[in-house]
């Protein structure tokens, strides 16, 4: 299991270097912590991460949840520029231990599954979902299958959801906006997306797309409305998927259609044309961006 803190560098540009790294050293000994009180074992901290194993996937899964609620708890008493979120990856596999290090193919799924997460997210491998089973509190969510760096065939990945307060269908209750698009095939697919006067087309195999306030992002929506890290776009199995991750929602309304589909952390699939709203419903002053879902006979015209 890798645990890692995103957005420690916004944390030292605002505290200095020797402040920002005793709130560093501090989170991950806390991460660390966690891991054992859950019967891990912490292999080493990695600067802003922890890279821990488990005997059993179902305690890593277990582990990762309850770190992450204990952050969220922790987030809503700390001051704006200590709130840096946690992402996490588990990947299960017979690893090598020498001179104290852990080496392995588990290790490097693992922590390419904890750098592809988002802000608070849990990915595993479909294996670790299997052999953990029923986590108490957890739910598991089908992302699809990615191109894991180093990986010669694509990985089926799942999502542990942590939080309680989630529909626990986050992934289908839109099925009547989705269930009429058809698969796209993977090399002519692409979605562009306009803010402003900026447009910028994304292939399938460019996912996935960050959308945010973070300069960094890959589609940057400069408002205080939205979220630093405000939603994310997937390609799983042959769609676009747009998943919400912000702190106030987000607003899809499709091309030709009057319904308004509202995401508060969950997703839909993304088909034809329409507009992304991001923090605040449709209205005057809203930050919208358009999207347009092609394929390849739309490239070919």
Sequence with gaps: MFADLSGSAALYESLGNERASKVVSRLTRWMGDIVVAH????????????????VEASAAITAAAALQRSHQANLARWA?????????GIASGEVMELDGDTYGDAVNVASRLCERALANEVW?????????GAVPQVQFRRLGAFDIRGKSESQVVYQADWRQDLPQDALT?????????????????????????????????????????LPEADCFV????????????????????????????????????????????????LHGSGQ??????????????????????????
């Design 124 to 132: 595993v491998t479909d294996a670790t979902a299997v052999d953990a």
């Design 39 to 54: 019967g891990g074992r912490v292999v080493k901290e990695l600067g802003d991460g922890v890279l821990s194993v488990f």
């Design 80 to 88: 704006e520029p200590l709130r840096m979120a946690v992402r996490i």
């Design 276 to 301: 992304i709203s991001l923090g605040t419903p449709f209205g005057a002053d809203a930050p919208v961006l358009t999207f347009h879902v092609r394929d390849g006979d739309v490239h070919g015209a």
């Design 173 to 213: 209750q839109h099925a009547g906006l989705s269930s009429l698009v058809a698969p796209i095939d993977h090399g002519a697919a692409s979605v562009e997306l306009a803010w402003l006067d900026d447009m910028r087309s994304f292939g399938s195999e460019e996912t996935p797309v960050h959308i945010g306030r």
């Design 222 to 269: 400069h408002d205080p409305r939205v979220s630093r890290t405000h939603a994310r776009i997937d390609w799983r199995q042959g769609c676009f998927t747009l998943t919400d991750v912000s702190s106030f929602g987000s607003w899809v309304r499709f091309d030709g259609s009057e319904t308004e589909v509202r995401l508060r952390r969950d997703a839909c699939m």
